[in-house]
């Protein structure tokens, strides 16, 4: 049973190109959190999907980023006109059941902005 | 408003000597607890957790961690450090969104093993 995967492992973009980072979570799971780390931070709650659904945005910025998770396919989380200050390593998760208390972690997408 | 706190951002130990990372959280129902661990450029890997069952919980690798209400702690702990101990460690609370639950991480611990 494969664990949560996310590409890419590794992300370089130029301030104001988009980014697009993908996470399939474990089989059977159907829930996807969104976290960002920043150097020498802990994780900080982006945001909770549903298939199909956003249960819990309150993480996100208010602009330039967005989360979905479709009916098929991965998760996406988009960041637009990226600036330098979007520099972090970003974790999906996923859980087995709603508000699943035990998250597994996919390797995390580090992005760094040029 | 729940929180968690790791009261040390840096250990530093001798190789086969004890480990104690301590944390203190802050939350208004019984909560769920976890100890998380990241090598360097990894990802995140659970070590314990803790549901409300027994107070001393077992983890992978030789950690253990005890929940202590009235400390409202929960320290994780090590009998002999090992060499491939060397990370970061996080302290987590899982906490009541909603209908959800929500994950409260603290700043983390930077473990290093020395020779």
């Known amino acids: 049973n494969a664990g949560v995967m996310q590409n890419p492992r590794h992300l370089v973009r130029r301030r104001g190109q988009e980014a697009r980072l993908r996470c399939s979570p474990m089989k059977g799971h159907s829930h996807v959190y969104w976290y960002r780390q920043l150097p020498e931070e802990g994780l900080k709650f982006m945001v909770y999907?549903?298939?199909?659904?956003?249960?819990?945005e309150s993480g996100m910025p208010k602009e330039r980023f967005s989360a979905e998770f479709p009916k098929e396919g991965p998760s996406i989380l988009r960041i637009q006109q990226v600036v330098r200050g979007d520099s972090a390593a970003y974790f999906c998760a996923s859980s087995w059941t709603s508000g699943g208390e035990t998250q597994y972690f996919g390797p995390g997408t580090r992005l760094l902005v040029l | 408003a729940q929180s968690v706190t790791q009261l040390d951002s840096h250990v530093s130990v001798s190789e086969g000597t004890p480990v104690l990372l301590r944390c203190n959280y802050s939350?208004?129902?019984?909560?769920?607890l976890f100890w998380y661990v990241q090598h360097p450029n990894k990802g995140l890997q659970l070590l314990l957790k803790y549901t409300s069952a027994a107070t001393l919980v077992k983890g992978i690798n030789g950690f253990e961690a005890e929940f202590k209400k009235s400390e409202t702690s929960f320290h994780l702990t090590k009998p002999s450090a090992h060499m491939s101990d060397a990370a970061e460690y996080f302290c987590v609370v899982s906490v009541k969104a909603g209908n959800n639950r929500k994950l409260i991480w603290g700043l983390g611990t930077s473990l290093a093993v020395n020779p």
């Open positions: 999907l549903q298939k199909e659904n956003i249960i819990d």
């Open positions: 939350s208004s129902y019984s909560p769920s």
